[in-house]
């Protein structure tokens, strides 16, 4: 259902944030810009998890529409999942909210929201990329790019830098589980066994950074590392 009809009336991002002050400002102006193409009031909750780096000192500097909430949990899922429960005290969330979520080390393209809303399913994965390769070697970046393979139309990956879903059925299904890691693909799997309609796009992506040391274990960064190590041997 193309956006501006019925679905959506309203849309919100949640960007979880832990020590990110060098690449907020990065993540909220991309997401600035994708608002701008869509016709509907678009909400951004930026979630301060357990943050000591002055990221709070950002708030206020994007307008009325970027909200900064703090929690001390040291957990994405739990931060993903504080940012919609603050959303939800400010919007309806029947089926006409969309929801969004992406990382702060990372940029989306200018019509992301519109991109994402337009199926009108009840979830829409997309991908990643690494627009510049600062902290690994030419050969990982190689065997990254081999093995990441997206295909044409679908594609396999799950990233919470890049995926959105109706806010009727992420509370439908529980929402964000408070998991270290991994929390973006077990939500899909109980979208996927509740027997809702995920939309994966392969053109739907977010560049993101190619960093070292990662926020959550078992994240990107860990899996860059390992592809390293796998390079080295």
């Keep these: 259902m193309p956006i501006g009809e019925a679905f959506p009336l309203q849309i919100v991002v949640v960007v979880p944030a832990h020590n990110?002050?060098?690449?907020?400002?990065?993540?909220?102006?991309?997401?600035?810009?994708?608002?701008?193409?869509?016709?509907?009031?678009?909400?951004?909750?930026?979630?301060?998890d357990s943050c000591d780096d002055g990221s709070e000192m950002l708030a206020g500097q994007f307008?009325?529409?970027?909200?900064?909430?703090?929690?001390?949990?040291?957990?994405?899922?739990a931060a993903r999942a504080a940012g919609f429960a603050y959303a939800r005290g400010l919007y309806d969330d029947g089926m006409q909210t969309w929801y969004a979520t992406t990382d702060a080390d990372s940029a989306v393209d200018a019509d992301w929201l519109v991109r994402m809303t337009a199926p009108g399913a009840d979830m829409v994965l997309g991908v990643v990329r690494v627009p510049s390769w600062r902290n690994f070697p030419a050969a990982v970046a190689r065997r990254?790019?081999?093995?990441?393979?997206?295909?044409?139309?679908?594609?396999?990956?799950?990233?919470?830098a890049n995926m959105g879903f109706r806010a009727g059925a992420?509370?439908?299904?529980?929402?964000?589980?408070?998991?270290?890691?991994?929390?973006?693909?077990?939500?899909?799997?109980?979208?996927?066994?509740?027997?809702?309609?995920?939309?994966?796009?392969?053109?739907?992506?977010?560049?993101?950074?190619?960093?070292?040391?990662g926020r959550a274990p078992g994240g990107f960064a860990d899996h860059l590392r390992g592809l390293s190590r796998k390079a080295a041997s």
């Design 20 to 48: 990110e002050a060098d690449h907020l400002p990065g993540c909220l102006r991309a997401l600035a810009t994708a608002a701008l193409c869509v016709s509907v009031p678009v909400l951004t909750v930026v979630v301060l």
């Design 63 to 77: 307008g009325p529409d970027v909200h900064f909430v703090s929690v001390d949990a040291g957990n994405v899922g």
């Design 144 to 160: 990254y790019l081999r093995g990441y393979r997206s295909g044409r139309g679908g594609h396999r990956h799950v990233h919470g």
């Design 170 to 213: 992420y509370w439908a299904v529980g929402g964000f589980r408070p998991l270290a890691s991994g929390e973006d693909v077990e939500l899909v799997e109980r979208f996927t066994a509740a027997g809702r309609w995920i939309h994966r796009d392969s053109g739907l992506s977010v560049a993101t950074s190619d960093r070292a040391e």
